[in-house]
């Protein structure tokens, strides 16, 4: 999952068993793990999948129909040609770009009978949605084993499991993307918390331009849509996870039109105006850093 | 001119107020704040941060030849280059008693982390 992960529980030892499942899905799940499934479906265009593959790529599938395409497990072709998974950073022509932006579609990922089919030239990159896909099943994992109250920490996508021991709201600070510190808090119990941001793994260009991981992809291309981070909040970390990516994808308008249709997250923007956008249902768990210079905006 | 017995009263004095200084700076000052530097599941550096007067770096490489520079600042220490393909270690900024989450450098399997502190939430989304 190529990411450090921390379960903190009281009374127990479950976050054994979690983590023996992180390294079985990861098994399934890498790009970069030459036996995976995902390795085998991009390299065959098809696979038998386990449960858990056939699983996740249903979820994705839905979610980049629920947000019309921003979300696409297939953009990693795109990844691949920005060096992302390679180490290589290097900027691909507008040529290379067009012929990438053919290639990807979520529209032709097929499941049937157990077998994931894409068509010829399309690759699969489940980093958007895997951390969040392990931390349903830590917690899922953790109650089974009578666990009521457990902070779970994947690289920085957080699942609020039950209340802090005490009984208070577990409390996740959210990074500041264009500082050190936070932007402020937001108090969560039987929640995911899950940021997607422009800061988190990047190379810069010969112009100095940033270029980051999160892509769009209509453009095969970095996303850009004015927002610098985007955290989303709700009952499952898969949705959440997912849903973070598209979101810093979609930008403020589309992510808030969203919203109002669905009303099963809510959102924490950071835009690149120096903004705070909150969700209504937000309004009394958010608290903004005072010191942190963004002023805050709640939409409704 | 003073006399002899004056000095004497007035350095007790500045000895008496200094003690008392130094006995509030222990008792007002927050819980210290420890960083370890950790590779391979083995703590390399335990670092107090409070007692850093001025910024150094301390190299670390392996056999493999990866290698990450960690700098180390008053109360603060971060990843500040690495040789790794993604340094995610280092755009993680900086680590401190208020911001005490951890640094990560996966593919050279090192973690910077705070070990004491009061950061007023249990975790940090990023």
């Known amino acids: 999952m ?18 023996a499942e992180a390294a079985r899905l990861e098994t399934l ?34 979610i980049s129909r629920a947000t019309g395409g921003a979300l696409d497990v297939t953009v990693y072709p795109a990844v691949r040609a920005w060096g992302f998974t390679t180490g290589e950073n290097r900027v691909p022509s507008k040529e290379e770009l067009a012929k990438i932006t053919e290639k990807i579609g979520y529209e032709g990922v097929r499941i049937e009978k157990g077998t994931i089919r894409i068509p010829k030239g399309a690759g699969v990159d489940l980093g958007a949605v895997a951390k969040g896909y392990l931390s349903d099943r830590a917690a899922a994992i953790l109650k089974e084993n009578g666990v009521s109250s457990a902070l779970i920490d994947l690289g920085g996508n957080i699942g609020a499991l039950g209340s802090r021991p005490d009984g208070s709201p577990w409390r996740i600070a959210v990074r500041d993307p264009a500082g050190d510190g936070s932007v402020g808090t937001v108090e969560a119990s039987d929640l995911f918390v899950v940021t997607s941001g422009g800061y988190e793994r990047y190379f810069n260009d010969a112009s100095g331009r940033r ?8 453009t095969a291309s970095p996303a850009d849509s004015g927002l610098l981070s985007a955290t989303v909040v709700g009952k499952s970390g898969t949705t959440a996870d997912g849903l973070s990516t598209a979101v810093f994808v979609m930008g403020e308008e589309r992510a808030v039109g969203l919203w109002r249709e669905t009303r099963d997250f809510e959102m924490i923007l950071v835009t690149s105006g120096g903004e705070i956008v909150i969700t209504d249902g937000l309004k009394d768990a958010f608290t903004r850093e005072e010191d942190s210079g963004y002023t805050l905006r709640i939409v409704s | 001119m003073i006399k002899t017995r004056t000095w004497i009263i007035i350095i007790a004095v500045i000895a008496a107020v200094a003690a008392a200084a130094a006995i509030a700076v222990r008792f007002f000052l927050p819980a210290g704040t420890t960083a370890e530097i950790v590779k391979d599941g083995k703590v390399l550096y335990r670092i107090d941060l409070d007692r850093v007067t001025e910024e150094y ?38 680590a401190s008693g208020e911001r005490p989450y951890p640094i990560v450098c996966m593919p050279h399997r090192l973690t910077v982390r705070i070990t004491s502190g009061d950061a007023g939430a249990d975790a940090e989304a990023r």
Request: glycine letters at 8%.
């Open chain 2, 57 to 94: 770096k301390i190299e670390i490489g392996d056999e493999d030849g990866d290698r990450n520079t960690v700098t180390v600042r008053p109360g603060m220490i971060a990843v500040t280059a690495a040789d790794c393909p993604d340094k995610i270690c280092v755009a993680a900024g900086w």
């Open chain 1, 2 to 19: 190529d990411t450090y992960m921390s379960v903190r529980t009281y009374g127990t030892d479950a976050g054994d068993q979690v983590k």
């Open chain 1, 29 to 62: 799940f890498s790009v970069t793990d030459k036996d995976s499934e995902i390795s085998a479906l991009n390299r065959d265009g098809e696979v038998k999948a386990s449960a858990d593959t056939l699983k996740l790529v249903g979820e994705s599938l839905r």
């Open chain 1, 211 to 218: 270029i980051w991981h999160i892509i769009d992809p209509a």
